[in-house]
């Protein structure tokens, strides 16, 4: 058999619409949600971020009820840090330069050293980086509770270790959370690449 | 044989016959390697800081005109504001102890020949007078 011009066109074509099937399915496709679920008859109970109340920079009050219905970005950090928290600073200020056109999208960072980092030390430090506090909050609070919700919440690594040459340890975790409260992605906070895949996540995670 | 192929030539004679010392050269590679573990966390690879939070070291006139306060903040760290480039910065910096004189010394030509500066080699043994010179901080209690 000959094979035609025509043919040949036909071929394409059908490769380049099982192309696009494949493109918009992989679009579309929900990021998972993370963390243990229970089943309670036919509902599904997914994992979600305890009630917090912390202060930010600006001495404001900040719980839950200011993220709920936005999508936000959590991490835990101190000022004094010189390992991996100046490179996770960096990583998400390219988030918030990402986001700017975006009003319902959110930046929670934690300080884990409470004691060192004042709400004048946090205020002088969000002033510096040039962030704004209406989007970029930066919290601190009892450290019990910011330990504790780091550990049982956002499953992220964040205590003292007087052993650790700046005397905590902690993961360099950023952790993407949906308008309801759950986390729906993890991303090592310390990698571009990474980072590059959390700003793909948060515009898909808009679009539920 | 072409003008472009002479040229050619010529510079490659140029560049392979320049006196680069080996020691300059010794000290620039393990200058960047420490810099790279140590400094560029805060400061950024390639020099420029970070906004407000830690000043740039590339093109940084407060480098420039203190290098015995350089030498000694690395291994002591550095309190309280300083001004870099006309704007104030008042992150404290952790030092590193541990860092030796030759090891100071490769830091600091590296910071004093990158970025577009090229001040030439900062020999280990002009940094225990520099040490000598600057204030310790006292022990904590």
Partial sequence: MKYTKEMRLH????????????GCTGLDKPLPILGPREVDGADTLYHT???FRFVDQDSAVVTNADFTGKIYVADFFFTSCRTICPIMKTQMLR???????????LLLSHTIDPEWDTVALLHDYAERLGVESRRWHF???QKDSIYKIAQTSYFATAMEDRSEPDGFIHSGAFLLIDRRGRIRGKYDGTK????????GDLKRLRRE | M???????????WVTACSPIDPKLKQYL???????????SNCHQRDGQGLRRVYPPLAGSDYLKENLPRVICSMKYGLQGEIIVNGIMYNQAMPGVPSLTELELAEIATYLYNSWGTQTGLIDARRIGPLLDSCARPRPRR
Avoid: F, Q
């Fill in chain 2, 2 to 12: 072409s003008k472009r192929w002479i040229g050619l030539v010529v510079v490659l």
């Fill in chain 1, 192 to 199: 571009e690449e990474e980072v590059n895949r959390l700003i």
């Fill in chain 1, 95 to 105: 988030v918030y330069e990402a986001t700017t056109e975006m009003p319902d999208v």
């Fill in chain 1, 49 to 51: 971020i305890a009630p």
């Fill in chain 2, 29 to 39: 590679v393990e200058g960047e390697r420490l810099y790279v573990l140590h400094c």
């Fill in chain 1, 139 to 141: 919290v601190t609070g």
């Fill in chain 1, 11 to 22: 071929w394409t074509k059908w490769v380049w619409l099982a192309l696009m099937a494949i």
